[in-house]
């Protein structure tokens, strides 16, 4: 499975971004897609994360702001991301699996200005 993630950039405080992800690899290898995040000095982290079926779950940090969904016909998922806050600043990284993130992309960089 191969993943390519896109979207990234610098926005100010209270700006939307959408990131996508792009996979290779047969339906059921990538029944699970999501999206982990990594802050400068701190453990990576879950985002959001949805399979095959449409099945969503988020983080608690980024409940109401941000929304993930899926074209299951392009193997691609997309990250839309409202009211950004300076603490969203962080490498993030399209993962997908079976049951879980089992293999991982490049990272993109989100960065929110205050």
């Known amino acids: 499975v191969q993943l390519q993630a896109s979207g990234g950039g610098l926005v100010q405080a209270g700006g939307s971004l959408r990131l996508s992800c792009a996979a290779s690899g047969s339906s059921f290898s990538i029944y699970y897609m999501g999206w982990h995040r990594q802050a400068p000095g701190k453990q990576r982290e879950l985002v959001a994360s949805i399979t095959t079926s449409g099945r969503t779950n988020y983080a608690d940090f980024v409940m109401g702001r941000f929304t993930i969904s899926r074209d299951n016909a392009k193997n691609t998922i997309y990250l839309k991301m409202n009211s950004l806050k300076p603490e969203d600043t962080a490498v993030y990284y399209c993962?997908?699996?079976?049951?879980?993130?089992?293999?991982w992309g490049k990272g993109t960089l989100v960065t929110v200005s205050s």
């Open positions: 993962n997908a699996g079976i049951l879980g993130p089992q293999n």
